[in-house]
């Protein structure tokens, strides 16, 4: 009876196939439930944290990078930008950052930063929510004689020194925020989450 008999080669075959489409089944069907672990795109937009390499940033640089669907700004500010901070106090609306919700209490000094030559602000003038341009140069420009360097606003020419403090008599009513953020290490930034035991 040739019916009856096994074929030792054919059940491997059909063994193997089973334990193939076996294993690819559950590969489809894990993928899904792995990628739901991460943050969708729109608690990402909503304010995950974000973390930026900044072993590259030289004197004078900027990096741009999105958090919570605005741009934030790190740069590295030089010996002679951070001493013409100083002298800017008498120009200034906010000089002291006194207001609790453009600066938070681990960036409440004169540079409104945590390292003094690193800055982490938000790009968006407090006037009416348009972007500035960053003009870092110490020279004077056609909209500010004694320029010391800053961020200019085409908008409605909103000013703000290297520390985003706002100049007085112009539109936008207060300094640029400092968002929440700290130092991982030397060279990377965690966007998004404050210091440890800060306030």
């Known amino acids: 009876m040739a019916n009856d008999e096994v074929n030792p080669g054919r059940r491997r075959f059909l063994t193997t196939t089973t334990a193939v ?6 590969g489809f069907a894990a993928v899904p439930f792995v990628t739901s672990w991460k943050p969708s795109a729109r608690a990402q937009v909503a304010g995950a944290p974000v973390e930026v390499d900044i ?15 605005k741009p934030v700004w790190i740069f590295k500010r030089t010996p002679e930008q951070l001493s013409a901070l100083q ?12 207001n609790a919700d453009q ?62 403090r706002v100049f007085q008599g112009v ?12 130092f991982i290490d030397d060279n990377h930034i965690m966007v998004g989450v404050a210091p440890e035991g800060a306030a």
């Open 87 to 98: 002298a800017l106090d008498g120009r200034l609306r906010d000089p002291k950052s006194d």
């Open 171 to 182: 539109p936008a009513p207060s300094n640029l925020e400092v968002p929440p953020y700290h």
């Open 103 to 164: 600066t938070p209490g681990f960036a409440k000094n004169e540079g409104r930063s945590i390292k003094p030559e690193i800055a982490v602000l938000v790009g968006i003038c407090t006037h009416l929510g348009c972007s500035p341009l960053y003009v870092p140069e110490l020279v004077p420009q056609a909209y500010d004689a004694e320029w010391k360097g800053g961020f200019y606003c085409p908008c409605h020419q909103s000013r703000f020194d290297l520390a985003g």
């Open 55 to 69: 072993s590259k940033l030289e004197p004078g640089m900027r990096i741009i990078q999105q958090w919570r669907g």
């Open 21 to 26: 489409v076996g294993a690819v089944g559950v």
